[in-house]
C-alpha cells in the first residue's frame, strides 16, 4: 500500500462514519485542552507560591521556642522558652543581623461591656515592630 491508498481509505471511512469520527475528534480536543490548562494553571499556582516566598525575603529567619517532634510541651517538660534577652543576645551576637523583633501569642477572654468572648487569641508584638496591614 502506498500513501495515497491510505490516504483514499481514510477519508472513506471517514466520510462514512461521520458522527464517530466527530466524536473522536472532540475527544481529542477536549483531552487536549484539559492538559493544556491543568499545565497553565499548575504553573500559575507555583509562580504564585513562589512569589509569596520570596516576599518574605531571603534573609529572614523565624526562631519559635515551642517545636518538638511529638507536639508543644506543657507543663515542667516545656522549659521557660525564649525571653526578651534572648532576643538582645541575638541582636548583638549574631554577626550580620539587621533587626530583631519578638512576637507574644496567647488565647484570652474578651471582655466589651457586656459581650464577653472566650480563646480569642491575641497577639503582642514591641513598639518598633514593621506594620502588618
Do not use: C, H, W
Amino acid at each position: 500500500m502506498n500513501i495515497g491508498e491510505v490516504l483514499r481509505i481514510s477519508m472513506e471511512a471517514i466520510g462514512k462514519n461521520k458522527i464517530r469520527s466527530l466524536l473522536t475528534m472532540l475527544g481529542i480536543i477536549i483531552g487536549v485542552a484539559a492538559v493544556i490548562i491543568m499545565i497553565a494553571v499548575s504553573n500559575g499556582t507555583a509562580s504564585a507560591i513562589a512569589s509569596q516566598i520570596t516576599s518574605l525575603g531571603s534573609n529572614l529567619i523565624f526562631i519559635s521556642p515551642s517545636f518538638s517532634r511529638n507536639g508543644p510541651q506543657t507543663g515542667a517538660e516545656a522549659g521557660t522558652g525564649l525571653v526578651f534577652t534572648d532576643a538582645a543576645a541575638i541582636q548583638t551576637s549574631v554577626p550580620n543581623v539587621a533587626g530583631v523583633s519578638v512576637e507574644q501569642n496567647s488565647s484570652q477572654t474578651v471582655k466589651a461591656g457586656a459581650v464577653s468572648l472566650s480563646s480569642i487569641s491575641v497577639s503582642g508584638y514591641p513598639a518598633g515592630f514593621p506594620d502588618r496591614a
